[in-house]
């Protein structure tokens, strides 16, 4: 993967519009970003739910997949009570899984920004005010890796595998919905040969469901069964995957600039939390 450095608002604008014009990605076409602590390098771009313990120790996928229904069933039960602004989303499948992950449940979902300012402010936001690691934005070209993925063994025996299972079930179930094998699944399910999860992940764009999702213009990648798998496509000749590191000497201004240009907490977290936050950061710079 190659490694870009930016130590200032503007230089980190002009590597993305270098990279975009690199790639040869048109001006109306979305990027993704995405942030990460450099201090997690070792597990990098992996999903919360695959991400080892404090020990190091991670448990088999099959265990991690069978977690994740649990979470997921129990995320369903309770969800609808707490917050009538999103009863709807909780009541889809889909859109109550990205809910999960808003709100700090982990998943197998790898959330994207298509705003390079917005995925610059993760990157610098929760450092200490003398920051003791750098961070590093991860650039992807989303359309490459979608024409990609189309035409990978694994989606296409996926969608097999979807087409059989629904026949079995005398058409109760859409042939089309192969994508429904991502979806957490309960314990029978997991072993079942036709229901099993794909290898490689899917991307997915979803509807704004809350707030929070449009102000910091998510997008998602949804992992199937290999944790390593979009770090290995990394390393591959002619990946559009690049990373722009962050210098920790350099996250303090960053963290400013990005004050000036209006990308603040309250921006991002369109909410009470994300206003405590903005102005616990300015008793931070003051006290």
């Known amino acids: 993967?190659?490694?870009?450095?930016?130590?200032?608002?503007?230089?980190?604008?002009?590597?993305?519009?270098?990279?975009?014009?690199?790639?040869k990605v048109e001006k109306h076409l979305e990027l993704w970003f995405r942030a990460e602590d450099l201090k997690h390098y070792d597990t990098r771009l992996q999903p919360g739910i695959y991400r080892p313990r404090d020990d190091g120790k991670r448990k088999s996928v099959n265990e991690?997949?069978?977690?994740?229904?649990?979470?997921?069933?129990?995320?369903?039960?309770?969800?609808?009570?707490?917050?009538?602004?999103?009863?709807?989303?909780?009541?889809?499948?889909?859109?109550?899984?990205?809910?999960?992950?808003?709100?700090?449940?982990?998943?197998?979902?790898?959330?994207?920004?298509?705003?390079?300012?917005?995925?610059?402010?993760?990157?610098?936001?929760?450092?200490?005010?003398?920051?003791?690691?750098?961070?590093?934005?991860?650039?992807?070209?989303?359309?490459w890796l979608i024409r990609l993925l189309e035409k990978h063994s694994d989606r296409k025996d996926a969608i097999k595998r979807w087409k059989r299972y629904v026949r079995k079930h005398h058409g109760k179930l859409d042939e089309d919905e192969?994508?429904?094998?991502?979806?957490?699944?309960?314990k029978d399910e997991i072993k079942h040969k036709l229901?099993?999860?794909?290898?490689t992940p899917m991307l997915w764009d979803l509807k704004h469901v809350t707030r929070r999702i449009a102000a910091q213009r998510?997008?998602?990648?949804?992992?199937?069964?290999?944790?390593?798998?979009?770090?290995?496509?990394?390393?591959?000749?002619g990946s559009r995957l690049m990373e722009i590191t962050i210098p920790k000497k350099a996250i303090s201004d960053?963290?400013?600039?990005?004050?000036?240009?209006?990308?603040?907490?309250?921006?991002?977290?369109?909410?009470?939390?994300?206003?405590?936050?903005?102005?616990?950061?300015?008793w931070d710079m003051r006290h």
Not at 129 to 136: A, D, F, I, K
Not at 178 to 186: D, F, G, K, M
Not at 195 to 199: A, N
Not at 254 to 282: H, M, N
């Open 178 to 186: 192969w994508e429904r094998l991502y979806l957490p699944a309960e």
């Open 64 to 143: 991690l997949l069978e977690i994740d229904g649990d979470l997921y069933l129990e995320f369903d039960r309770c969800a609808t009570q707490l917050s009538s602004a999103d009863a709807d989303a909780v009541d889809d499948e889909w859109d109550s899984y990205f809910l999960m992950q808003h709100h700090g449940v982990p998943t197998r979902l790898l959330d994207w920004s298509d705003g390079s300012l917005i995925a610059l402010h993760f990157a610098v936001n929760k450092k200490k005010r003398v920051p003791e690691s750098g961070s590093v934005v991860y650039v992807l070209d989303p359309y």
């Open 195 to 199: 229901l099993k999860t794909p290898v």
């Open 1 to 23: 993967m190659i490694t870009k450095t930016a130590k200032s608002i503007g230089k980190y604008l002009n590597i993305v519009d270098k990279i975009r014009q690199q790639w």
């Open 254 to 282: 960053i963290r400013q600039e990005l004050r000036d240009a209006g990308v603040t907490e309250s921006v991002v977290y369109p909410d009470f939390d994300g206003l405590g936050r903005e102005l616990k950061q300015v």
């Open 218 to 237: 998510s997008r998602f990648m949804i992992f199937g069964t290999d944790p390593s798998w979009l770090v290995n496509l990394s390393k591959r000749r």
